[in-house]
Every structure is written in C-alpha cells, then in structure tokens.
C-alpha cells in the first residue's frame, strides 16, 4: 500500500512534521506494513507542491527513529511497523467515530468544536478518578 500524504495549512504544524506523523500514523493503523515503500521524494514533491528539502527531512527523522530505510536507487521502506489493536477492532472503533462526528456536525459543531470538545474529552479520559462525562 502506497501512502498518500495531505497538508493541513490551518494546523501550526510544520510540513515535515506532518509528513511524519502521517506516516507513524499510518504505521500505527496498520494501513503501512514493513516492506511497503513510500513515495519519493520527487513524488511528494509533485503531489504536494513542497520543497524537496522538505521530505527529505522528514524521511531522515523517520529514518533516525528506525521506521524506515533508504535504499539508494530503489526508494525508502517501512522497516516496523507500530501496529496496535487487530484491524478489525480498529475498523469498528473507526466506524464508530465516523458515527459520532456525523452526530456533532448535526448538532452544529464546526472543525475547531469539534476538535476542542474531542481533545477534552480525550485528555480526560487519562484521568482515572475524573469524571469523563
């Protein structure tokens, strides 16, 4: 599986960085697997109208962390992946979530509510002796 890399302008997070967590995302999700190549440098660059530079920063922190190799000639590998729960359990709680944003844009939440009430929500959810609800 190829991945497909998007920016976020409106995030504050710098390109590089967004290019890796894309891909440790995609490594935690098991959408990426040791063996699948990312796109070249030149792909991503063509794709996302970005510096060169750019992706290859971010494939050298990746790179530095063990998630992938380059292979002179033949492009850059996943090298492990960062999989967590089966596919199945994650497709359910994907599914289940996709459920819950519909509901909140029906109830008229913008982007940004709904990131702030998820983010919440999220960070108490750590809280054991905090109430979640």
Do not use: C, H
Request: charged share 25%; net charge negative.
């Amino acid at each position: 599986m190829m991945i497909e890399f998007f920016l976020d302008e409106r995030s504050g997070v710098t390109t590089y960085l967004q290019l890796v967590q894309q891909v440790r995302d995609a490594l935690r999700l098991g959408m990426l697997q040791p063996g699948d190549r990312l796109p070249t440098a030149r792909e991503v660059v063509a794709d996302l109208a970005i510096n060169p530079n750019t992706v290859r920063k971010a494939y050298g922190l990746l790179e530095d962390e063990g998630l992938v190799t380059g292979r002179p000639g033949l492009g850059t590998f996943v090298t492990r992946s960062l999989a967590g729960p089966s596919p199945d359990s994650q497709a359910v709680l994907g599914r289940s979530l996709l459920d819950w944003l519909k509901s909140a844009r029906a109830a008229g939440l913008d982007d940004d509510s709904i990131l702030a009430l998820f983010m919440t929500k999220f960070r108490a959810s750590d809280r054991s002796d905090e109430d979640v609800a």
